[in-house]
């Protein structure tokens, strides 16, 4: 989640980040905790199943005590995979962060160059932040597109377009945005209609896409969302006129201030100030919280968010989400009636009984 692929792509390698798979956890039920996330039992299963080794190595970050175990798990079943583990500071606002921050990334840099016996060269990696910062721009264009109601791509759609900006070649993704971003230009469409919501969480992993049809087929519309597989993805580019290793360390820390990350301890940042300030801004009337069972970085941030949901008045859901079994009809019946409850409360109308309020907030 932390870590700049940039530095990979500026000595000539294809960085692609590991995605959840969608087959039923096999091999990695055992080796992992069964309280680990679904993405990190994923991740285990497939290098059990032997799926990673067209990687030539794999780099780790410490956003979660989680990832941990699973880098262990890695090693264990394959020692001849390298494996790097970086780890930049989480306490974000300490005068020795970026510092500190800038020692790690350039560390990592050195082990990139040693892996693939490049040498990373200034320009070689100003190349690439600039390649990586128009990727990035372009997709937030989209985002204000959708703000703006001019395009009607769903939340499958964007997911499409921000995951493969994750597993593809950047320059060619790159042309495809333009591309694409033309043609919206050209023939614009108009919003769908739908009560207008905001998703939120997801770390790692992308919620699946049938969850994302359902959430759209209830009567919403998502003009929003901070997940991973979403806008946090693309929130923040890299300065181009900097030191590219000060750029680097600078994205880093500021990337927390555009969109607050859980795994992360800022005291300037509030996740749930920052998700009150941009449903105003993309016009949000409720919000759906997107919980990956076990994720312990979001279950800790989820009660502020509960409670500044309440005190504004914000109707919110909570859903909890498992890589195999997820009980699709119930969160459906909740659905329908968080959007119906939504829709009361615009009309300035109280919900009727308590069994509603606890509906609105679950
Ligand atoms: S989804 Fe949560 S628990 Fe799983 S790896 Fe990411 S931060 Fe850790």
Same mark, same amino acid.
């Given at each position: 989640?932390?870590?700049p692929?940039?530095l990979?792509?500026?000595?000539g390698?294809?960085?692609v980040?590991?995605q959840?798979?969608?087959?039923?956890?096999?091999d990695?039920?055992?080796?992992?905790f069964?309280f *680990?996330c679904?993405?990190?039992?994923?991740?285990?299963?497939q290098a059990?199943?032997?799926?990673?080794?067209?990687?030539d190595?794999i780099?780790?970050g410490?956003?979660?005590?989680q990832?941990?175990?699973?880098a262990d798990?890695?090693?264990w /079943?394959?020692?001849?995979l390298?494996i790097v583990?970086?780890?930049?500071?989480s306490?974000l606002?300490?005068d020795?962060?970026?510092?500190?921050?800038?020692?790690?990334y350039?560390?990592?840099k050195?082990d990139v160059e040693?892996?693939?016996?490049?040498?990373i060269?200034?320009?070689?990696?100003?190349?690439s932040?600039?390649?990586?910062n128009?990727?990035?721009?372009?997709?937030r264009k989209? *985002?204000?597109?959708?703000?703006?109601g001019t395009?009607?791509?769903?939340?499958?759609?964007?997911? /499409?377009?921000?995951k493969?900006?994750?597993v593809?070649?950047?320059?060619?993704?790159?042309?495809?945005?333009?591309?694409l971003?033309?043609?919206i230009?050209?023939?614009?469409a108009?919003?769908?209609?739908?009560?207008p919501?905001?998703?939120s969480? /997801?770390?790692?992993?992308a919620?699946k896409?049938?969850?994302?049809?359902?959430?759209?087929?209830?009567?919403?519309?998502?003009?929003?969302?901070?997940? *991973?597989h979403?806008y946090?993805?693309?929130?923040?580019?890299?300065?181009?006129?900097?030191?590219?290793?000060?750029?680097?360390a600078?994205? *880093?820390?500021r990337?927390?201030?555009k969109v607050p990350?859980?795994t992360?301890a800022?005291?300037d940042?509030?996740?749930?100030e920052?998700?009150?300030r941009?449903m105003?801004?993309t016009g949000a009337e409720g919000?759906?919280?997107l919980v990956?069972?076990?994720?312990?970085?979001h279950?800790?941030?989820?009660?502020?968010?509960?409670e500044?949901?309440?005190?504004?008045?914000?109707p919110?859901?909570?859903l909890?989400?498992?890589?195999?079994?997820?009980?699709?009809e119930?969160?459906?019946?909740?659905?329908?009636?968080?959007?119906?409850?939504?829709?009361?409360r615009?009309?300035?109308?109280k919900?009727?009984s308590?069994?509603?309020r606890?509906?609105?907030?679950?």
């Open positions: 989640m932390h870590f692929v940039e990979a792509h500026a000595a390698a294809l960085p980040i590991i959840e798979a969608e087959d039923p956890i096999t990695g039920e055992g080796a992992v069964s *680990y679904g993405y990190n039992r994923s991740v285990a299963d059990l199943k032997g799926r990673l080794k067209f990687l190595a780099m780790f410490d956003h979660c005590v990832l941990l175990g699973t798990i890695i090693r /079943h394959d020692p001849e390298p583990f970086e780890q930049p500071v306490s606002d300490m020795w962060a970026f510092d500190e921050t800038r020692s790690v350039v560390k990592l050195e040693e892996l693939l016996g490049a040498r060269t200034d320009d070689a990696l100003k190349a932040i600039s390649l990586f128009r990727n990035r721009q372009l997709i989209i *985002y204000e597109m959708r703000v703006a395009t009607d791509l769903s939340a499958r759609q964007m997911q /499409h377009i921000i493969s900006s994750m593809m070649d950047r320059q060619e993704h790159t042309g495809l945005l333009e591309r971003v033309e043609a230009e050209a023939r614009p108009s919003r769908r209609q739908g009560m919501v905001y998703l969480g /997801h770390l790692c992993q919620p896409l049938e969850l994302l049809d359902m959430i759209e087929s209830t009567g919403t519309v998502v003009v929003g969302d901070d997940l *991973y979403g946090r993805f693309i929130s923040t580019d890299i300065d181009e006129e900097d030191d590219p290793m000060t750029a680097l600078n994205w *880093y820390l990337k927390n201030e990350c859980p992360r800022d005291g940042a509030d996740w749930d920052f998700l009150v941009d105003r801004r919000l759906i919280v990956a069972k076990f994720c312990e970085p279950m800790y941030y989820f009660p502020e968010i509960q500044r949901c309440r005190r504004e008045g914000i919110m859901l909570k909890e989400t498992e890589h195999d079994s997820m009980p699709m119930a969160f459906k019946t909740r659905l329908e009636t968080f959007v119906e409850v939504a829709r009361r615009r009309r300035h109308e919900p009727e308590k069994q509603e606890s509906h609105a907030q679950c």
